[in-house]
């Protein structure tokens, strides 16, 4: 089985660009870095996904892996739309430095 059968579903990832509206204001925007990416989506079950009590509330930390073929250039700073939901990047691992695939951690924004 190849790598590339692994990769069952799609996802978008975007990069934070700032921009200047017609009022000269600069303004944060997200733009496609990469569309349609093949890839697989691993939910993670760690330490750091149970729930946490913080200012007396219970929060759950949904955390995944992401794999995909290598692409270059995506980063902390961006962000991954899967499945109609929000992910912040956490880390982007490149394995062995093969330049092969990359695992991409990421915890939903909700």
């Known amino acids: 089985m190849s ?9 978008d990832v975007e990069q934070v660009t ?3 509206d017609a009022y000269g ?3 944060r925007a ?3 870095r990469h569309r349609s990416l093949a890839c697989r989506v691993i939910p993670l079950n760690r330490a750091d996904s149970v729930e946490q ?3 007396d509330k219970e929060s759950v930390k949904r955390l995944v892996k992401i794999m995909t073929e ?5 980063t902390e700073t961006d ?6 939901s929000y992910y912040h990047i956490k880390l982007v691992r490149n394995p062995g430095n093969m330049h092969h ?3 991409i951690e990421c915890e939903l924004i909700e």
Do not use: M, P, Q
């Open 70 to 74: 290598y692409k270059s250039g995506i």
């Open 3 to 11: 790598f590339r059968s692994l990769l069952n579903k799609r996802c």
């Open 53 to 55: 009590s913080i200012r």
């Open 25 to 27: 204001t600069s303004t």
């Open 30 to 32: 997200w733009a496609i």
């Open 79 to 84: 962000r991954i739309l899967f499945s109609s």
């Open 18 to 20: 700032d921009t200047i």
């Open 101 to 103: 695939h990359l695992e």
